[in-house]
């Protein structure tokens, strides 16, 4: 059962903090104590998903930059949340890799799951966080700029003689699918490059319960189907959940 998860994408737009917001409450859900630790330096929105937005006084930069500890900073799951870990407001907050290495390793000891969301790109990101990281997920959509991007990333993940990854398809919807030249999720995950680890449904109400800070609906697909995912990420045999598609 993997303990530290970095979940990353080769590009953005394509859901990959509302897929780490969600699949945090399903490992919470199971009754796992979680930690979901937010890197996107200067482009905060994690409290927003979590309802969180008012309560952020200390962030990630604060605690590597030693103003502050650790259990100043992060805020107390409640309410089907995870423990949260605020990213740094402003992009002048230097992150150190070694020191963010450092304190992974350290909470991990806390918790069953660390969730990381890192920076879309091939930037400052998972490539730092290699070390400490059990298994690397790649978010991408089905359709081609998302897909190259992701296999840009796998890319690099082989290079660095990395193996522990996997591949979440997020966005998911038969409308979707007969717009784009991407015949069905074969071709994803051809060529991503990745094995996979899940699917996520597109669906309207799941994304308007992150904008307003929201739990989940527990009935609906997108739902469902992180549930499945943190399941199976445990260990246990389920099947994917791919339901209305």
């Known amino acids: 059962m993997p303990k530290i998860i970095t979940i990353t994408s080769g590009k953005g737009g394509v859901g990959k903090s509302s897929l780490c917001t969600g699949l945090s409450r399903a490992f919470v859900s199971l009754g796992e104590k979680v930690l979901l630790i937010e890197l996107d330096v200067g482009l ?26 650790p259990e100043k900073a992060i805020l107390p799951g409640e309410g089907g949340r ?9 992009t002048g907050e230097d992150v150190s ?9 350290r909470l991990s000891k806390r918790y069953d799951h660390v969730l990381i969301d890192t920076p879309a790109g091939l930037g400052f990101g998972v490539m730092n966080l290699l070390p400490v990281t059990d298994l690397a997920l790649i978010v991408a959509t089905p359709d081609p700029v998302s897909i190259r991007a992701g296999s840009k990333v796998a890319y690099l993940l082989q290079q660095q003689d990395f193996h522990r990854y996997g591949l979440l398809i997020n966005r998911v919807s038969k409308a979707g699918i007969r717009k784009s030249s991407i015949r069905d999720l074969d071709d994803v995950m051809d060529g991503v490059g990745a094995p996979l680890k899940g699917v996520i449904i597109e669906e309207t109400a799941y994304r308007l319960a992150l904008e307003q800070g929201l739990p989940p609906d527990e009935k609906g697909a997108a739902w469902q189907a992180l549930c499945c995912i943190a399941r199976r990420l445990n260990g246990e045999r389920v099947p994917l959940s791919i339901r209305h598609i």
């Open 44 to 69: 905060r929105g994690i409290d927003v998903m979590l309802g969180l937005t008012d309560r952020v006084v200390y962030d990630l930069g604060d605690v590597l930059a030693g103003r502050c500890y």
């Open 97 to 105: 890799s070694a020191a963010l290495q450092q304190l992974v390793t």
């Open 82 to 90: 995870p423990d949260y870990l605020a990213a740094p407001g402003t």
